[in-house]
């Protein structure tokens, strides 16, 4: 395992996209991982005796349809499932939404007649907008170059293609992008609704991964990043793998492997060999060092240039770019066995709204203060939680007639301020999450008989997510697009010849898409093209 063409730093779920492939393309793929498993944030664990679940990310719906079907995932054995009820959102008042085919107008209109109305027409609005990111997702966002060479007249070609597809959106929609790309969610949502609740439901989706208040700008772009999925070819829907998330990400390396890729697991990268600017290979933590034509990076950026990468190799202005890369998602996630299924308030017993994504956080005014809460004392007193309990769907997770359940909690400072530790306070703070669930479910705690708890500081130190930044970088206008990870760098080349960004901090970011991976490998191969047939 010497040398090869390209070795990738990473098994998450974007390095075995790419692995996949470049691998089926005909190259020799070397993807050497630092943890035991593959997947990344995409990984399913036995967290508690009997008891699975995904550990990080959880639902699925952006795993993007082109690459579920080039890496042939169903065959090597992917299997999701829709919700029977998309988002159930309690209030302690004693109302409830609930959302999904055929249920959401029915539900807004107990809350609001106007509102009822209003919402067609704004899933619309959001809709053209999403078909819109959905034709940029599996292509290079148009990247800026200087000089007039080959690079630039490619470029310029992508940029005529790039216009193309806003040509399809009218006067209005462009209106609307605009809107979405740079206003807050709150304000966009305020004009149109009346009902709290259905304000949250939408501003659920703007705070997710983005450690902000719904009313900060910019926020609204979040919203809509959420919003480009769907399952089965039903669009802004979300599911559930069987197995959980790992057996994406499973599938995806029985690909890869499949298609010739050599993937190594407890063989962590040191560092990034260079020589005269050219990225060679790699050095991994045992001291064997992997030499290759290309470097993949699969990790955060920031990541790669300040730790994998001596200094001295890189541009001075590069360098001091990365470093002020803005990570932090606020992130705190919890994996919990339960002996029973929970019973809430609004809607007690079973029923279908057990299997959708159950948000915590009944209005825009408490997400916003769940947020200075957290800014000013490191977490909220009344924090954010999404509840999905995937048991509901699949049976193979915990013991008959048990369950688990995710607790997705938003606004954790990604560092606790005065100096404070995560680690002295992981507890506690767990505690309040599941005192939380257990005011809109009473019973809910005495019924939890396991956890595991995920800080900002363990997904850091577990998964290489700096900050605990689930998106590899926060997903702000200054870091998106052609911006993602920085202006001049955004056709997944780095700034060292032959090393490539195939991770989420490259476009079009966080979430488990398989877009950055694919995207990269289109790259890295008409590089090759280039090089070894002209
Ligand atoms: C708590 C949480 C919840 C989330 N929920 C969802 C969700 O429900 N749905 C969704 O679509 N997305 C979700 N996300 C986002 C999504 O999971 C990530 O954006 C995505 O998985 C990132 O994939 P990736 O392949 O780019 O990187 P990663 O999954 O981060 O993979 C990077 C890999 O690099 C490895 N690595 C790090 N350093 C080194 C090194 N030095 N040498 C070798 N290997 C190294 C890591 O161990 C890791 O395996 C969530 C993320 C988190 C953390």
């Given at each position: 395992?010497?040398?090869?063409?390209?070795?990738?730093?990473?098994?998450?779920?974007?390095?075995?996209?790419?692995?996949?492939?470049?691998?089926?393309?005909?190259?020799?793929?070397?993807?050497?991982?630092?943890?035991?498993?593959?997947?990344?944030?995409?990984?399913?664990?036995?967290f508690h005796?009997g008891f699975r679940n995904s550990?990080?990310?959880?639902?699925?719906?952006?795993?993007?349809?082109?690459?579920?079907?080039?890496?042939?995932?169903?065959?090597?054995?992917?299997?999701?499932?829709?919700?029977?009820?998309?988002?159930?959102?309690?209030?302690?008042?004693?109302?409830?939404?609930?959302?999904?085919?055929?249920?959401?107008?029915?539900?807004?209109?107990?809350?609001?007649?106007?509102?009822?109305?209003?919402?067609?027409?704004?899933?619309?609005?959001?809709?053209?907008?999403?078909?819109?990111?959905?034709?940029?997702?599996?292509?290079?966002?148009?990247?800026?170059?200087?000089?007039?060479?080959?690079?630039?007249?490619?470029?310029?070609?992508?940029?005529?293609?790039?216009?193309?597809?806003?040509?399809?959106?009218?006067?209005?929609?462009?209106?609307?992008?605009?809107?979405?790309?740079?206003?807050?969610?709150?304000?966009?949502?305020?004009?149109?609704?009346?009902?709290?609740?259905?304000?949250?439901?939408?501003?659920?989706?703007?705070?997710?991964?983005?450690?902000?208040?719904?009313?900060?700008?910019?926020?609204?772009?979040?919203?809509?990043?959420?919003?480009?999925?769907?399952?089965?070819?039903?669009?802004?829907?979300?599911?559930?793998?069987?197995?959980g998330?790992?057996?994406?990400?499973?599938?995806?390396?029985?690909?890869?492997?499949?298609?010739?890729?050599?993937?190594?697991?407890?063989?962590?990268?040191?560092?990034?060999?260079?020589?005269?600017?050219?990225?060679?290979?790699?050095?991994?933590?045992?001291?064997?060092?992997?030499?290759?034509?290309?470097?993949?990076?699969?990790?955060?950026?920031?990541?790669?240039?300040?730790?994998?990468?001596?200094?001295?190799?890189?541009?001075?202005?590069?360098?001091?770019?990365?470093?002020?890369?803005?990570?932090?998602?606020?992130?705190?996630?919890?994996n919990v066995a339960l002996?029973?299924?929970?019973?809430?308030?609004?809607?007690?017993?079973?029923?279908?709204?057990?299997?959708?994504?159950?948000?915590?956080?009944?209005?825009?005014?408490?997400?916003?203060?769940?947020?200075?809460?957290?800014?000013?004392?490191?977490?909220?007193?009344?924090?954010?939680?999404?509840?999905l309990i995937p048991s509901t769907?699949d049976?193979?997770l915990a013991p008959?007639?048990a369950h688990v359940a995710s607790?997705?909690?938003?606004?954790?400072?990604?560092?606790?301020?005065?100096?404070?530790?995560?680690?002295?306070?992981?507890?506690?703070?767990?505690?309040?999450?599941?005192?939380?669930?257990?005011?809109?479910?009473?019973?809910?705690?005495?019924?939890?008989?396991g956890?595991q708890?995920?800080?900002?500081?363990?997904?850091?130190?577990?998964?290489?997510?700096?900050?605990?930044?689930?998106?590899?970088?926060?997903?702000?206008?200054?870091?998106?697009?052609?911006?993602?990870?920085?202006?001049?760098?955004?056709?997944?080349?780095?700034?060292?010849?032959?090393?490539?960004?195939?991770?989420?901090?490259?476009?079009?970011?966080?979430?488990?898409?398989?877009?950055?991976?694919?995207?990269?490998?289109?790259?890295?191969?008409?590089?090759?093209?280039?090089?070894?047939?002209?």
């Amino acid at each position: 395992m010497n040398e090869t063409d390209v070795v990738i730093i990473g098994a998450g779920h974007n390095g075995l996209t790419c692995a996949a492939y470049l691998a089926a393309a005909g190259l020799r793929v070397t993807v050497v991982e630092r943890r035991k498993v593959v997947g990344g944030a995409a990984v399913t664990e036995e967290f508690h005796p009997g008891f699975r679940n995904s550990v990080a990310a959880y639902t699925v719906s952006l795993l993007n349809p082109g690459v579920i079907a080039d890496l042939r995932l169903a065959e090597h054995g992917l299997r999701i499932v829709e919700r029977r009820a998309q988002n159930f959102l309690p209030s302690p008042d004693g109302s409830h939404l609930i959302t999904g085919e055929g249920r959401t107008l029915d539900s807004v209109a107990k809350l609001s007649a106007r509102d009822a109305e209003t919402i067609q027409e704004f899933s619309r609005e959001l809709e053209a907008i999403a078909d819109v990111l959905r034709a940029f997702v599996l292509r290079a966002p148009p990247n800026l170059v200087e000089g007039f060479g080959v690079g630039a007249i490619r470029e310029s070609l992508n940029a005529l293609g790039t216009a193309n597809i806003l040509r399809g959106l009218s006067l209005e929609q462009q209106r609307d992008l605009l809107d979405l790309f740079t206003r807050s969610a709150g304000e966009m949502l305020d004009e149109r609704f009346d009902s709290d609740l259905v304000k949250a439901l939408f501003g659920f989706d703007a705070v997710v991964g983005n450690y902000a208040s719904p009313y900060a700008a910019g926020s609204a772009y979040v919203m809509l990043h959420h919003a480009f999925g769907e399952v089965h070819g039903k669009k802004g829907v979300w599911g559930h793998a069987i197995g959980g998330m790992g057996a994406i990400t499973q599938a995806m390396a029985r690909s890869a492997r499949g298609a010739g890729a050599e993937i190594v697991c407890e063989a962590g990268v040191r560092e990034v060999i260079v020589e005269r600017d050219r990225a060679v290979g790699v050095t991994l933590d045992n001291g064997d060092t992997i030499r290759a034509k290309y470097v993949a990076s699969n990790v955060n950026p920031k990541l790669l240039y300040t730790r994998l990468i001596q200094p001295s190799a890189l541009p001075d202005t590069f360098l001091a770019r990365i470093k002020n890369w803005r990570n932090g998602s606020g992130t705190f996630r919890m994996n919990v066995a339960l002996s029973a299924l929970p019973s809430f308030a609004a809607l007690p017993g079973d029923g279908d709204h057990l299997t959708a994504g159950i948000i915590l956080a009944p209005g825009l005014a408490y997400m916003d203060r769940a947020w200075r809460d957290a800014r000013d004392r490191g977490w909220s007193r009344e924090p954010i939680v999404e509840v999905l309990i995937p048991s509901t769907l699949d049976e193979s997770l915990a013991p008959r007639g048990a369950h688990v359940a995710s607790l997705f909690c938003q606004h954790a400072a990604p560092e606790l301020p005065d100096g404070k530790s995560w680690d002295a306070h992981r507890d506690k703070v767990a505690d309040l999450m599941i005192a939380t669930v257990d005011r809109y479910a009473p019973g809910f705690a005495a019924s939890v008989v396991g956890r595991q708890i995920l800080s900002p500081l363990d997904l850091e130190r577990e998964f290489g997510l700096l900050g605990g930044d689930i998106f590899h970088g926060a997903l702000t206008l200054n870091q998106l697009f052609s911006a993602r990870p920085m202006l001049g760098h955004a056709d997944y080349r780095g700034p060292l010849r032959g090393l490539y960004h195939c991770g989420s901090g490259a476009h079009p970011g966080g979430g488990v898409t398989g877009a950055p991976g694919h995207n990269a490998a289109r790259v890295i191969l008409g590089d090759h093209r280039a090089l070894f047939t002209s």
